[in-house]
């Protein structure tokens, strides 16, 4: 079965410091990887993703995630955290077994960044 | 990337009573999904949409308590049936990007049940 674990229920950083979002994966083959972010009383926004290629992936709003195979993780990082980055950081694997594309969400990080 | 947009945005209903839930997308896609999730936790999926066949369901969850109607490629809708408190949550839909594996969510509908 997939499934990924954010082991960090909140991470506090300083408005200007580096941020990084853990997130480890387990998975049957390779891994469809994605990073949403959910601000208050709104849907999931889509930050990015890893299918395939470098390992290094960019995404929206200034962040990026490093696939990590011989650790089986997937950090979401932003080397200057905002105080408009707080907000509630879901890491997520797609069912690469059902051919409708379930995700499997982490527990999710809320993230404090403090001015 | 869809825009999706759900109806209503929240809703405070009675005990006993059902609420049906509306999801509009701007553009056909073939899988929807349905999640419910409390507020500040993780998504639990409900259930699964394909336009034309019946929706499935996740362990956990019933048709007769989450009956789901996928009428065509750019609408669903979810109604939560004899409501109790403890089907106050947040209900978000989402659609399936075929091309570029992600997902797309919809603004939410939070629920209250006195």
């Known amino acids: 079965a997939q499934s990924v674990a954010q082991p960090e229920d909140q991470v506090n950083v300083a408005e200007g410091n580096p941020l990084t979002v853990k997130c480890t994966y387990s998975v049957s083959g390779n891994p469809y990887l994605f990073w949403y972010v959910q601000y208050p009383n709104r849907g999931l926004q889509f930050l990015l993703k890893y299918i395939t290629g470098d390992n290094l992936v960019k995404g929206s709003y200034g962040f990026e995630a490093e696939f990590n195979k011989s650790q089986t993780s997937f950090h979401l990082k932003k080397p200057s955290a905002l105080v408009s980055d707080s907000a509630l950081y879901f890491c997520a694997v797609r069912d690469l077994t059902d051919s409708w594309g379930k995700f499997q969400f982490g527990a999710g990080t809320q993230v404090v960044v403090t001015p | ?114």
């Open chain 2, 1 to 114: 990337s869809a825009v999706i947009s759900q109806k209503p945005s929240r809703d405070i209903c009675q005990r006993g009573t059902s609420l049906t839930i509306q999801c509009q997308v701007d553009s056909q896609v073939t899988m929807m999904f349905w999640y419910r999730q409390q507020p500040g936790q993780s998504l639990t999926l409900i259930a699964t949409a394909n336009q034309g066949s019946e929706a499935t369901y996740e362990s956990g969850f019933v048709i007769d308590k989450f009956p789901i109607s996928r009428p065509n490629l750019t609408f669903s809708t979810l109604t939560v049936s004899n409501m109790s408190p403890e089907d106050s949550s947040i209900y978000l839909c989402s659609v399936a990007a075929r091309s570029s594996y992600e997902q797309y969510f919809g603004p939410g509908t939070r629920l209250t049940v006195t």
